[in-house]
């Protein structure tokens, strides 16, 4: 009988530890699914498979992640405003200009075929002014659909340079309002929110306090990092998944800050725009954006060079500066997007209308040919 009951007594110590275990497990999975930033994929609308394009993406401590956690980097390239390039094919004595690549699906399959996986489009707020918000809404969604008819997918940008907690801007085409900014985000979220195409939307080009050049400022980034966090919870009663891009000080550039007064809430990547110049006038890349990679993702959504107002011995770095920037990013998992694929804006990645490639275009879709596993 004695030794009955010491049987029993360890089944029931054996049950109890694996309950015992059972219970830490989940509370261990509960855990790290509250403290990630990836939603539940019963929060995320729509319907769609991990690993077949579109599919939406999530960040997941420092990294950009699909649906099944895999970690994703993205690489590509931006093209022109596409309202500004549909108007320069138009007839209209206002807004034709020949030098810019014609309005069609040629350009984005063009992109496309050089390698790209990702395409930055942004919108400049004196497009909206000048043609509306559907009317903007109505080119964009063109060039949404033949960046999806090619495989990319999008980063929507709202495309001004300036200072928004202060109100200020830098010239005609970049400048807008508070009202503005909310209007175009509200509307666009409602719009984009269930389009995996549009994977992410990056919320200022450029903030700018003063004229820049120098390494941001404390107050600077506060009040920065207040206005975004009001605007990105607007746009979360809207879109409550989809990742967002905050861009860094000085010229899109510096996001030092950013360690010690983050943004707050899910789908935070931080965007930097390091052109040669940055170095010798701002802080070096560790202390700009490279620090900051090791604990949230960081896309650089603009960068290049060309050899008369982004000349690249303006870096101070080690290296020359296109192959230092790439192995930069490709070291720290940096997803980036070149700029900028036309003629007419600098630096430019086209040299004419006939997709000539310039020395920077080059260089880097051949990076983007290997990278991406186009060959």
């Known amino acids: 009988m004695a030794g009955k009951t010491k049987i029993k007594s360890v089944v029931w110590m054996f049950l109890f530890l694996v309950f015992f275990l059972l219970c830490v497990g989940v509370g261990f999975f509960v855990y790290f699914w509250q403290s990630s930033s990836v939603p539940l994929l019963s929060d995320v609308s729509g319907n769609f498979t991990v690993g077949v394009y579109p599919e939406p993406f999530f960040v997941q401590g420092n990294k950009i992640v699909d649906g099944g956690g895999n970690q994703r980097v993205f690489r590509g390239m931006a093209p022109v405003d596409p309202v500004i390039q549909y108007y320069a094919s138009s007839s209209d004595p206002r807004y034709e200009d020949p030098s810019y690549l014609p309005w069609g699906p040629e350009s984005y399959q063009k992109m496309a075929s050089l390698g790209t996986k990702i395409v930055r489009i942004g919108?400049?707020?004196?497009?909206?002014?000048?043609h509306g918000l559907n009317d903007t809404f109505r080119i964009l969604d063109q060039a949404i659909e033949w960046s999806a008819q090619n495989g990319m997918y999008v980063i929507l940008d709202y495309h001004s340079i300036g200072f928004p907690p202060d109100d200020v801007y830098f010239a005609k085409k970049y400048d807008t309002s508070d009202a503005e900014i909310l209007e175009f985000w509200t509307q666009a979220a409602q719009r984009y929110r269930d389009n995996y195409t549009v994977a992410f939307y990056e919320l200022f080009n450029e903030p700018v306090k003063g004229h820049g050049g120098e390494p941001a400022e404390e107050e600077n980034w506060i009040a920065w990092r207040d206005y975004v966090q009001n605007l990105l919870g607007e746009i979360r009663e809207v879109d409550p998944s989809k990742p967002v891009i905050v861009s860094g000080l000085d010229w899109g550039y510096d996001l030092y800050w950013a360690l010690e007064y983050p943004v707050e809430g899910?789908?935070?990547?931080?965007?930097?725009?390091?052109?040669?110049?940055?170095?010798?006038?701002?802080?070096?890349?560790?202390?700009?954006?490279?620090?900051?990679?090791?604990?949230?993702?960081?896309?650089?959504?603009?960068?290049?060079?060309?050899?008369?107002?982004?000349?690249?011995?303006?870096?101070?770095?080690?290296?020359?500066?296109?192959e230092a920037i790439i192995s930069y990013f490709e070291e720290r998992n940096i997803s980036w997007t070149v700029w900028c694929f036309d003629s007419t804006w600098t630096p430019s990645l086209l040299a004419d209308t006939n997709y000539t490639l310039t020395d920077a275009g080059q260089y880097f879709t051949s990076v983007l040919m290997e990278k991406n596993a186009l060959k």
Not at 123 to 130: D, L, M, V
Not at 297 to 315: I, N
């Open 123 to 130: 919108i400049h707020p004196i497009s909206i002014k000048e």
């Open 266 to 322: 899910n789908g935070v990547v931080y965007g930097t725009h390091p052109y040669p110049s940055k170095w010798r006038w701002g802080r070096n890349w560790t202390d700009a954006f490279g620090a900051v990679s090791e604990k949230y993702p960081v896309f650089a959504t603009e960068f290049s060079y060309d050899f008369d107002d982004y000349p690249e011995h303006e870096y101070d770095g080690p290296g020359r500066y296109r």
